[in-house]
């Protein structure tokens, strides 16, 4: 299965010692993607995931490198090719979640 991973399941697998999100991310024999934008995001707010997570800061960073093993990045390029596509779908749902949209669109996947 091909699955658009978002920002709110990579955070939920770096917080938490037993995280279920964690656990599917690396046990489950599933092709995972994510899009650039939503990488950089979570990037950008390491520090804070550090101090409020379950886990030391090592721990989170260790759980990081896996995560990004597991994960395939859908390039910005391709999302800005097909925004306008996505947006049009969502209608009137949240515009950020358009990029995922875009991603599941762009390799096929099979859930978000």
Not at 1 to 25: C, E, G, Q
Not at 78 to 104: Q, S, T
Request: net charge negative.
């Amino acid at each position: 299965m091909r699955i658009v991973v978002n920002t709110s399941i990579i955070i939920s697998a770096l917080m938490k010692k037993r995280s279920v999100a964690y656990l599917v991310l690396t046990s489950l024999e599933h092709e995972y993607f994510i899009p650039a934008h939503a990488l950089t995001e979570v990037l950008e707010h390491i520090d804070e995931i550090m101090e409020q997570s379950e886990l030391t800061p090592l721990e989170v960073i260790e759980r990081m490198l896996v995560i990004l093993e597991r994960i395939t990045i859908v390039e910005e390029d391709e999302v800005k090719k097909r925004l306008g596509e996505a947006v049009k779908i969502m209608g009137n749902r949240d515009i950020k979640d358009a990029p995922f949209v875009v991603a599941l669109m762009a390799i096929g996947a099979d859930a978000v």
